[in-house]
Each structure stands twice: as C-alpha cells, then as structure tokens.
C-alpha cells in the first residue's frame, strides 16, 4: 500500500511570501503524485500531478511542485503568496501503472494561513 | 456541465437512525468514488463504481454502510444505525477511465447527534 505524509499541519506566512509545503510518501511501487486545495465548506480542487517526464510540474494558481524519486518526496511550493491561498492542501498518491487511476491515498493537510 | 454535486449539502440526525447521501456525478464520467473525510485528517477511500459495477471496497465500509450507482449515473450512500463516529464530510468524485484525476464534490457535511 502507499502513504503520504504532510510534515507541516499548519503553516502561517505573510502576503507575498514565498512559501513551501512537503510531502514525503511510501510505496513499494511507482506512482502518481497529487497535491489537491480544498477552500472551508467545498471539495478538493486538484491543483497539480505528476505522471511521468519533467521532474517539476507547475500546477494552477502559481503553484508548482518538484517530484524526487531518491527522496520520495513531492513539496509543493509558490514563490509569492496572496491572501486567498488560505486553505488546506492535500498531497495524495496513487500507484502508477496501466490507463486508469485507482484510489489516492492522501495525506492528513497542511492549512496554509497567509496573513496581511 | 455544472460539475459534481451533491446532496444534502449538511445533514444532522440522531444515533440509531438512517441516513442516505446521493452524488450526481459529471455526465460523461463513468468512475465514481466515495471518500470520508474527518476532522483534521485527509480524504479516506471507502468504495468506487465502474459504471454500476462496485470494483471496490475499504475495510473502512462496514455492513452498516451501502453504496450502490444502479444505472450508471447518479450514486447512492445508506448509513445505517448511525454512531456518533461516523460523523464526518462523505465526499463523492467522479472521472473518466483515465489517469488525470478526479473531479470532487462540495461533500455531504453529517452531524451524529
């Protein structure tokens, strides 16, 4: 089985900082990598994946995040923050292989205060 | 294409009691998952649907809980006998047979009382 875990419960930071959020996972197999925003009363908005190829994906909103293999781990990161990037985010993993995605494993979040 | 929605969006009812969740998913999409999700804690995977086949389910999913999606399109939840700790937000998503991911809910908010 895989799984995912989320170093930072809470992370406070100040309007235009730069900001960055980890997630190292688990899993005896390869796998596809998420990181999902999710705004107070709404649903999970997936932000960005990795798949295969470029090892740096760049999601929306501003955010990218960088995949490493040797370190398992998959930070999502965002050079300059607003105020409405306060939410909670998910990092979620799938094991790879075939057409289809199966079930994602997800972290337990990082909420993300940005403070004026 | 108004996306995926559920309903009710809150529900509060006493222990004992049954209760049931529907998800209308995107039109094309012919996956549909069920995730629970707790105060403080991730998305957990409880069940999903290939058309109307159920593929899978979570030991999460006791006999207490039924899902079904009886003609391929819109999917039902059933909690029976509801217990304070099923208290939490049931989010449904939907997708195509594909790996680009999934397409959430608002979720389902239930209040065990």
């Known amino acids: 089985a895989q799984s995912v875990t989320q170093l930072d419960s809470q992370v406070p930071v100040f309007e235009e900082a730069p900001v960055e959020l980890r997630c190292n996972y688990s899993?005896?197999?390869?796998?596809?990598l998420f990181w999902y925003v999710q705004y107070p009363n709404q649903g999970l908005q997936l932000l960005l994946k990795?798949?295969?190829?470029?090892?740096l994906v760049k999601g929306i909103n501003g955010f990218e995040a960088e995949f490493n293999k040797s370190q398992t781990s998959f930070h999502l990161r965002k050079p300059s923050v607003h105020i409405s990037d306060t939410a909670e985010y998910f990092c979620a993993v799938s094991r790879s292989g075939g057409s289809t995605l199966g079930r994602l494993y997800f972290g337990r979040g990082t909420q993300l205060t940005v403070w004026p | 294409d108004t996306g995926v929605s559920q309903n009710p969006r809150h529900k509060i009812t006493k222990r004992g009691q049954n209760v049931t969740f529907r998800c209308d998913p995107i039109?094309?999409?012919?996956?549909l998952y069920w995730y629970r999700q707790t105060l403080g804690q991730g998305p957990e995977f409880l069940t999903y649907?290939?058309?109307?086949?159920?593929?899978?389910k979570s030991r999460l999913l006791s006999d207490r809980f039924s899902a079904e999606r009886p003609k391929g399109s819109f999917s039902t939840l059933e909690i029976q006998r509801t217990e304070q700790g099923d208290s939490a937000m049931y989010l449904c998503a939907s997708s195509l047979p594909s790996i680009y991911g999934y397409t959430f809910g608002s979720g389902t908010r239930l209040t065990v009382v």
């Open positions: 899993s005896s197999v390869s796998v596809y």
């Open positions: 039109s094309e999409h012919n996956r």
């Open positions: 649907f290939q058309n109307e086949a159920q593929l899978e």
């Open positions: 990795y798949l295969s190829g470029s090892t």
